[in-house]
T-cell receptor, first 114, second 113 residues
Framework: AQSVTQPDIHITVSEGASLELRCNYSYGATPYLFWYVQSPGQGLQLLLK??????LVQGIKGFEAEFKRSQSSFNLRKPSVHWSDAAEYFCAVGARYNTDKLIFGTGTRLQVFP | DAGITQSPRHKVTETGTPVTLRCHQTENHRYMYWYRQDPGHGLRLIHY???????DKGEVSDGYSVSRSKTEDFLLTLESATSSQTSVYFC????????????FGPGTRLLVL
């Protein structure tokens, strides 16, 4: 079955520390992978996406993610977290020409301490 | 930001009443989606549309219907609202021009008493 797992429900980091949010997927076809961020009371904003090519993808706000096919993972990273990064982060997987099948993880809530 | 609006943004209603949520886009994108977001479940697809008058069910479609009479509008109707439909509802759009990337509206917070 197709699925996305975000193992960490809640992560707390200090401002300036590095961050890695985990995402594992199970998908039969070649996946398209996405990370979205949701600030409190807001909609989802696209951070980055992987379709093909370079497995290290750069996104907005200084985030990057690496696609590792052998590990079925697409972890999100940021070298130095800012207080404004506190939000909920969602990983999602889909496939081209199959746009109805975008599957979301349950999210990771990031808290940032000063 | 993609031109997506949702109305109303907040609604309180009573069990058994009909409710219609509206999603409006100005991007002329072909695909439109309705999701619900609940704690511990992430986002779950309710219905989606792949063109005017072309719709299909998603993962959690029971109790919901949709209509799309114009490219820019996608309506979600709860025929008889239940407390289990208390949720935050998000509309999204996508198109081949966006490489099927889905862009989301601001959400509608619905409380069914």
């Amino acid at each position: 079955a197709q699925s996305v797992t975000q193992p960490d429900i809640h992560i707390t980091v200090s401002e300036g520390a590095s961050l890695e949010l985990r995402c594992n997927y199970s998908y039969g076809a070649t996946p398209y992978l996405f990370w979205y961020v949701q600030s409190p009371g807001q909609g989802l904003q696209l951070l980055l996406k992987y379709f093909s090519g370079d497995t290290l993808v750069q996104g907005i706000k200084g985030f990057e993610a690496e696609f590792k096919r052998s590990q079925s993972s697409f972890n999100l990273r940021k070298p130095s977290v800012h207080w404004s990064d506190a939000a909920e982060y969602f990983c999602a997987v889909g496939a081209r020409y199959n746009t109805d099948k975008l599957i979301f993880g349950t999210g990771t809530r990031l808290q940032v301490f000063p | 930001d993609a031109g997506i609006t949702q109305s109303p943004r907040h609604k309180v209603t009573e069990t058994g009443t009909p409710v219609t949520l509206r999603c409006h886009q100005t991007e002329n994108h072909r695909y439109m989606y309705w999701y619900r977001q609940d704690p511990g479940h992430g986002l779950r697809l309710i219905h989606y549309s792949y063109g005017v008058k072309d719709t299909d069910k998603g993962e959690v479609s029971d109790g919901y219907s949709v209509s799309r009479s114009k490219t820019e509008d996608f309506l979600l109707t709860l025929e008889s609202a239940t407390s289990s439909q208390t949720s935050v509802y998000f509309c999204a759009i996508s198109d081949s021009s966006s490489q099927e990337t889905q862009y989301f509206g601001p959400g509608t917070r619905l409380l069914v008493l």
